[in-house]
């Protein structure tokens, strides 16, 4: 349950802090005011990731270098303080103080968001439909996002074993041996 969430230069907020209910939430504005944006905030700090697809710099608001966003949650009687910093090039995940990955995050915070967005999964790629059952398998047990975070590095290794091998930089026969 995420109590509160502060953000600074996040999009189109320069800096806000919101405050959630442990029940129910309805955000209510005019389009454009922030709503998803909001919404997107906490899937980036809980999960690591955007449901938007989204380059670190589109969360930066114009003219800024950085982004940083902050929240306190409770799970089970538990508190943690949620904070990440997003620059263009990298973003910086803190749990309680101390850094984290996104794997880690997804494992301790589940969650499967459906948003427009989301149609993407049906209309575009297979990325997306990859992303939207992978949330969904770490949302049933933990373990599931590491096997995830290593089922991609060993595609990425594949992937650039073959590279090698269609270019003539290595051999078929070391190929075959990798």
């Given at each position: 349950?995420?109590?509160?969430?502060?953000?600074?230069?996040?999009?189109?907020?320069?800096?806000?802090?919101?405050?959630?209910?442990?029940?129910?939430?309805?955000?209510?504005?005019?389009?454009?005011?922030?709503?998803?944006?909001?919404?997107?905030?906490?899937?980036?700090?809980?999960?690591?990731?955007?449901?938007?697809?989204?380059?670190?710099?589109?969360?930066?608001?114009?003219?800024?270098?950085e982004s940083f966003l902050k929240a306190k949650a409770s799970i089970q009687g538990l508190d943690y303080d949620l904070q990440l910093s997003i620059l263009k090039s990298r973003k910086s995940?803190?749990?309680?103080?101390?850094?984290?990955?996104?794997?880690?995050?997804?494992?301790?915070?589940?969650?499967?968001?459906?948003?427009?967005?989301?149609l993407g999964a049906i209309k575009e790629g297979a990325d997306q439909r990859r992303q939207l059952v992978d949330d969904l398998l770490t949302s049933f047990h933990p373990r599931n996002a590491d096997l995830i975070s290593d089922f991609r590095k060993t595609l990425k290794t594949r992937n650039k074993v073959l590279k090698n091998y269609l270019s003539g930089d290595v051999s078929r026969n070391e190929t075959e041996n990798l």
């Open positions: 349950m995420i109590q509160s969430l502060y953000l600074k230069q996040f999009r189109n907020f320069s800096e806000a802090v919101a405050r959630f209910s442990p029940k129910v939430n309805i955000l209510l504005g005019d389009n454009g005011q922030g709503k998803t944006n909001l919404l997107e905030a906490l899937s980036i700090l809980t999960t690591g990731t955007s449901f938007r697809y989204a380059d670190n710099e589109n969360f930066i608001q114009r003219e800024k270098s995940h803190l749990l309680n103080g101390k850094k984290t990955t996104a794997t880690e995050l997804s494992k301790k915070f589940p969650a499967v968001v459906f948003s427009p967005e989301s």
